[in-house]
């Protein structure tokens, strides 16, 4: 009972610390990052976790009814060919039907997964017409986000050690500067990397693509509605592969318009003098 007690207490620790969210994020959108105790995917918050989520289900559908008849067809056969019920063994050793059923079958199955797969490749690998561009640079350990439709504003976005962090923050996934995009918006992404391999990966809007070096990669994602959108780099990348967490904003368009403003202001503030002559 003590531990079962000890359990519960842990559980709605975790549950709190979680889903604890300061006023001004709770009041600029949800906050999609793990849950405590998930089992499943996180909830799509953008067209390609939706699809994502569909392609999931269609092949979950499709293993059980295959493991439902491999099961039976295990106990049928125990059952009606064991060796009490056969003193005698089989002699058979071919059976054309079967074999050719056993190879038909197993293809047109792959067939069937493989067609609604390659469609979602090709649905997040390119964005024919994009809203806006950004650029995603890997390095040990942090990101850098670039605005090339913007003005070329750059920044970096390192995690918030544990000790540093604020109340309603969430531990290994706060970072000092957000990546901002507008609400309802294609964004192009082109991943890059200075050092080795990483991953941008942000699970609630279905993104994944390696950060190689000297090599630009393209997908794109699209926010639903408002809110923060945490993921992290999920490719081994060295000692402090664990602190490069991701959080993406989004905001409405006139908000991210003015972000934009001071973030152009912010840039020349930085830029030495002659460089702006």
Not at 10 to 30: F, N, Q, R
Request: hydrophobic fraction near 45%.
């Amino acid at each position: 009972m003590r531990i079962l007690k000890r359990l519960a207490a842990l559980a709605a620790a975790c549950a709190t610390s979680v889903l604890m969210l300061p006023d001004a994020l709770a009041a600029e959108g949800a906050v999609w990052a793990p849950k405590a105790w998930e089992m499943g995917m996180q909830p799509a918050a953008g067209p390609l976790k939706a699809r994502t989520i569909e392609l999931h289900d269609l092949v979950l559908v499709i293993i059980t009814l295959i493991t439902l008849f491999v099961g039976g067809l295990l106990m049928w056969v125990m059952y009606r060919y064991n060796s009490r019920r056969n003193q005698a063994s089989s002699q058979n050793s071919h059976n054309t039907v079967l074999e050719i059923a056993w190879t038909v079958l197993p293809v047109l199955i792959l067939v069937i997964i493989a067609i609604p797969s390659f469609r979602l490749i090709y649905y997040q690998d390119r964005t024919p017409d994009p809203d806006m561009t950004v650029k995603v640079n890997g390095h040990q350990w942090y990101w850098s986000y670039n605005y090339p439709d913007q003005g070329g504003f750059e920044f970096d976005s390192h995690y918030i050690m544990d000790e540093d962090l604020k109340p309603g923050q969430l531990r290994l996934l706060a970072v000092d500067n957000e990546m901002i995009i507008p609400v309802g918006k294609k964004v192009r992404i082109l991943t890059n990397s200075t050092d080795v391999i990483h991953s941008f990966f942000i699970p609630s809007l279905g993104v994944q693509r390696y950060a190689i070096p000297g090599r630009a990669v393209e997908t794109w994602l699209e926010a639903s509605e408002p809110g923060v959108f945490y993921g992290q780099c999920n490719q081994i990348c060295g000692e402090n592969h664990s602190r490069m967490p991701i959080a993406i904003r989004a905001v409405a368009q006139a908000d991210f318009d003015k972000w934009v403003t001071t973030q152009k202001k912010a840039a020349a503030a930085r830029l030495p003098k002659y460089a702006l002559q």
